[in-house]
């Protein structure tokens, strides 16, 4: 989506924190303010239908008809209601993905006028594939940059999980995923503001099959827990204020945490981000069954410890079950922010058979729309590898 002029002009200022808002916005995206309502619909000159799916297969609730009642009590035309003003839903609002053993879950949250994360699922052979990116809410567009992100890696990644040799080249199928998908949020149609930075999103990516170890790669605070035996591990660093703060020895987590810039990222995907950043490429090589939690800041933000995430999890509830369950935990403790998890489950590996080998490669891969083509990413060298203990 791009800014138009006539958009520009009638943007407004937040009552409570001065940041710049759009008329149609319920929400401050800076300090999570509710906003006066608007009076009437649409302005002349704004393009007042409702944000549409940016993925084709997106599952979701349907966009309401014309005619159908809002909660207010008025009904909705042309993307809007005729007596607050306010949007349509948009399908990105809540979204649920169902692949059985790989789910996912995805909410605006109670504070957001929409929803800026995106997820990508794929199951390929005995392979499961999931990504989650976190659109950064200072920049234009970042529910567009997340979901071609997403978008761009996922498509990456099915392509490596069809080739020979998967296990020993999915590290450097990390850094093209990453690739692919700073190529595609580079090439987003946008209108600069002022106020805004270019279209820009966290990201990580993991790869888990039923041997072998766990492949992740991850720029930016979205975060992998692998849980096993009892616990919950974190498995990626945060490219963050805090994080860094930390890890350098100049404070402890909670001093970090108490200071305002805590939560500012320090890495990002978009065309301002560094050409040099690579992504922080994780092995884990569990030592038997387990699930991965692929999450936003959503979640975690809401999470004391490790141990809470664990406590959370019912560990006989399906994939989908959990990633619903923990994105309705996060809007129970305030929705502050969109919430995305997935869930990744590793399944017992038999102990009298050896593993299947991998299934032969599909004559045309599984299509997934692409901003960019593979040559358009080029190619990277793999940065270290952080290995993680089971």
Do not use: K
């Amino acid at each position: 989506m791009t800014v138009s002029a006539t958009e520009q002009e009638l943007t407004v200022i937040c009552p409570e924190c001065g940041a710049s808002v759009y008329p149609d916005d319920r929400f401050c995206e800076a300090c999570g303010s509710d906003l006066p309502v608007r009076e009437s619909a649409a302005p002349d000159g704004i393009d007042a239908q409702p944000a549409q799916p940016d993925a084709d297969d997106a599952d979701g609730p349907a966009d309401p008809a014309d005619g159908s009642a809002h909660d207010c009590g008025g009904t909705f035309h042309d993307g809007w209601c005729d007596t607050c003003g306010m949007r349509a839903p948009d399908p990105r609002d809540h979204v649920e993905v169902d692949r059985g053993h790989l789910a996912g879950a995805s909410d605006r949250g109670l504070r957001h006028h929409r929803n800026e994360d995106a997820m990508a699922l794929a199951v390929v052979g005995d392979l499961a594939v999931g990504i989650v990116a976190d659109g950064v809410s200072a920049t234009v567009d970042p529910q567009h940059a997340s979901t071609a992100a997403v978008t761009a890696a996922l498509e990456s990644l099915v392509q490596a999980a069809t080739g020979d040799g998967l296990h020993e080249h999915l590290g450097a199928a990390m850094v093209a995923a990453h690739a692919r998908a700073v190529a595609a949020v580079t090439a987003l149609n946008w209108t600069p503001r002022p106020d805004l930075g270019a279209p820009s999103c966290t990201f990580l990516a993991a790869v888990l099959g039923t041997h072998g170890p766990i492949w992740m790669g991850s720029l930016g605070d979205c975060r992998a827990y692998w849980l096993a035996d009892g616990r919950a591990r974190q498995l990626t660093q945060d490219d963050s204020w805090a994080a860094e703060e930390v890890r350098a020895g100049r404070m402890t987590m909670d001093q970090a945490d108490a200071d305002p810039r805590s939560h500012v990222i320090t890495r990002w995907v978009g065309e301002d981000g560094d050409p040099a950043w690579q992504p922080d490429v994780v092995r884990h090589e569990p030592d038997g069954p387990g699930r991965l939690i692929l999450c936003s800041d959503g979640l975690w933000n809401h999470l004391a410890d490790e141990a809470a995430l664990f406590a959370l999890v019912d560990p006989e509830a399906a994939p989908l079950a959990v990633a619903v369950s923990l994105a309705q935990f996060a809007n129970d403790a305030g929705g502050d922010d969109n919430v995305t998890v997935v869930v990744m489950d590793r399944p017992p590996a038999s102990a009298d058979l050896p593993p299947d080998p991998p299934a032969d490669p599909p004559a045309d891969p599984p299509a997934v729309p692409s901003a960019v083509t593979a040559a358009q990413a080029g190619t990277t060298s793999a940065p270290p590898i952080q290995e993680e203990s089971p």
